[in-house]
């Protein structure tokens, strides 16, 4: 079975600045691994997602991610936040075989002015 | 706008209602899925239909009804709900083969109040 942590459900950060949102997975096969914004009242929207090739993956809204299969980790990063960033942000994991998605509890990033 | 919506966006319902949550994606999956999500907790995968064949039902409560007619439409039905099935019902589809998994495209979720 898979899992994933988020070990922060709370991030406050300047605007301007960097941030790392961290995501750990537990898995005993292959995994696809996806991150996915949430805006108030608003359903996931995908930001990005690793499937294979580069551990470096780049997705929308100036965010990036590296997979690191050692650590079992994809960290979300984005070098320089704007107040739009504030929002709420999930990891999942995905493996074969079978479709189903195992999300993280979230990570709630506030974008101090 | 992700090709999914979901229709209430919102709803009040009492213990003894009945009601359906309507779900549409515009394109062209073959899988549909309906997730809980409730404050502070992970996720829920409730209910997996594959080419229009329930694959997972996550060991919900019968007073969640699903129903998927075709590909393209997917419907939750409600019945003798707890206030403690007051959350946010999401859907989602995603193109689905043997050989790989695809993103999951969400709709904008339908918040649920039972009193």
């Known amino acids: 079975a898979q899992s994933v942590t988020q070990l922060d459900s709370q991030v406050p950060v300047f605007e301007e600045a960097p941030v790392e949102l961290r995501c750990n997975y537990s898995?005993?096969?292959?995994?696809?691994l996806f991150w996915y914004v949430q805006y108030p009242n608003q359903g996931l929207q995908l930001l990005l997602k690793y499937l294979s090739g580069s551990t470096l993956v780049k997705g929308i809204n100036g965010f990036e991610a590296e997979f690191n299969k050692s650590q079992t980790s994809f960290h979300l990063r984005k070098p320089s936040v704007h107040i739009s960033d504030t929002a709420e942000y999930f990891c999942a994991v995905s493996a074969r075989p079978g479709n189903q998605f195992y999300f993280g509890t979230g990570t709630s990033l506030t974008v101090i002015p | 706008e992700t090709g999914v919506t979901q229709t209430p966006r919102h709803l009040v319902m009492g213990m003894t209602n009945k009601k359906s949550l309507k779900c549409e994606q515009h394109l062209g999956h073959n899988a549909m899925y309906w997730y809980k999500q409730s404050a502070k907790k992970p996720l829920e995968l409730m209910f997996v239909y594959n080419f229009k064949e329930q694959t997972e039902n996550n060991s919900v409560p019968s007073r969640f009804s699903p129903e998927c007619p075709n590909s393209s439409h997917l419907f939750l039905h409600l019945h003798t709900l707890q206030p403690e099935d007051s959350a946010l019902y999401l859907c989602?589809?995603?193109?689905?083969?043997?050989?790989?998994?695809?993103?999951?495209?969400f709709g904008p979720g339908t918040r649920l109040t039972v009193l």
């Open positions: 989602a589809s995603s193109q689905e083969n043997s050989h790989s998994t695809d993103t999951q495209y």
């Open positions: 898995s005993s096969v292959s995994v696809y």
